[in-house]
């Protein structure tokens, strides 16, 4: 692991805490101070409880413009307005029985990235917060993707550094980003957009314990049965869940012994990367309508 600066361990002030935001995965708490993904918090809220209170603010900006206008390093987005579609998979050939069956499945007004999240917006980040470069981005310069790499998913970021990202991106915005649920990624796949590739990519939505089957009480698919209304941080989106149930990915992977699909449903414990030819990025979506 290199670092973007000689300074990197002097951190950042975040409101009036002192941080470095990074990543490689571990998490630690010795007294107030948390080490997220190499990334030190005194904050007696870790980060999740940061994103929380900061995208609980009132937002006046009309976010259902066809078009953001955004800052050159931040991502682009899409509009999706509410309404209920079809959830899942039907049983047949291929199809994981844990992508099934169907459901109907309602969601509010978001807006979720263009693209997953590139290596130059990521490695902006990190020069902005001074943070570690992992050897698993797979960066050609080290330091610094290559000019080839620019413009490609980042890959290789854990749920933590994904979400730290996201935090940082509400302090310099002042707009409610986070990381999309599961549902959120499957209706934006299902439309003409941009939703294919070899990327898998982090969701909030919690997959449960085992990796091979999500059979835990809070997490056991479909886990969208009722008619209430989506939060996001709340039942199978909840944030704050234990470091030990993984979140469900999304996208395609090459990981042995499992066919090829761009939405594959698959999970990943929340302080990992993904394996070499597996490595995880992720995009962003901003939910306005649904703070509580």
Known sequence: MTKKSEY?????RVDGHQANIAGDGNIGRIGNTYHIAKAQFDLPPKLIEQILTLNDRQHQEDFTVSELQTETWEPDTLFIGPGTFQMGSQPGDGIPFFETPQFDMTLPAYRIGKYPVTNEQYNYFLDA???????????????????????????GV???DAL?????LI???????TLPSEAQWELAASLPMEMIGSVREWTTSLWGRNRRHNLDSISKYPWKEGQEEWRPNSGHDFLKESRQIRRVTRGASLLPDTPFRVTRRESELPYMRGMKNGRIGFRVVLNWETAT
Not at 164 to 168: I, L, N
């Open 8 to 12: 990197s361990q002097q951190g950042q």
């Open 129 to 155: 917060t001074n943070g570690d470069v992992p050897s698993e981005l797979g960066w050609q310069n080290g330091n610094d993707p290559s000019e080839e790499q620019s413009h490609l998913p980042v890959k």
């Open 158 to 160: 854990t749920w933590y």
């Open 164 to 168: 730290a990202y996201c935090s940082w």
């Open 171 to 177: 302090q310099e915005t002042e707009r409610p980003y």
